[in-house]
Nanobody, 127 residues
Framework: QVPLVESGGGSVQAGGSLRLSCAPS????????MGWFRQAPGKEREGLAG???????VYADSVKGRFTISQDSANNTLYLQMNNLKAEDTAMYYC?????????????????????WGQGTQVTVSS
């Protein structure tokens, strides 16, 4: 029932790295944008990184230079490489697909454009 499935989360010491993966659950989803978001308890879901069909990427200022979004077209898997992790990165991480076939004025970091979400994978960073 969940259209996207994340994996790769876990516990890591500050300064360490994790690589998150996201793949469709049994089927492919067409999209203009795919993205990574995170949400801590009591907080709003925050856009971290987005990638469009042409491979153009956009990042939140808080993760620029540390996180890299990429997509493997051969297996339709989305990745988020996270380096130099900090305690404030602790959150549930979600991948998303907008399910669109046409573009829009909305940024690939905008929550409102996304239709399909994974169940989340927990990332915990110990300082």
């Amino acid at each position: 029932q969940v259209p996207l499935v994340e994996s790769g989360g876990g516990s890591v010491q500050a300064g360490g790295s994790l690589r998150l993966s996201c793949a469709p659950s049994g089927y492919s989803i067409r999209s203009v944008c795919m993205g990574w978001f995170r949400q801590a308890p009591g907080k709003e879901r925050e856009g971290l990184a987005g990638i469009d069909r042409r491979g153009s990427t956009v990042y939140a200022d808080s993760v620029k230079g540390r996180f890299t979004i990429s997509q493997d077209s051969a297996n339709n898997t989305l990745y988020l490489q996270m380096n130099n992790l900090k305690a404030e990165d602790t959150a549930m991480y979600y991948c998303a697909s907008d399910g669109r076939t046409y573009g829009s004025a909305l940024s690939c970091l905008s929550r409102s454009r996304y239709m399909y979400w994974g169940q989340g994978t927990q990332v915990t960073v110990s300082s």
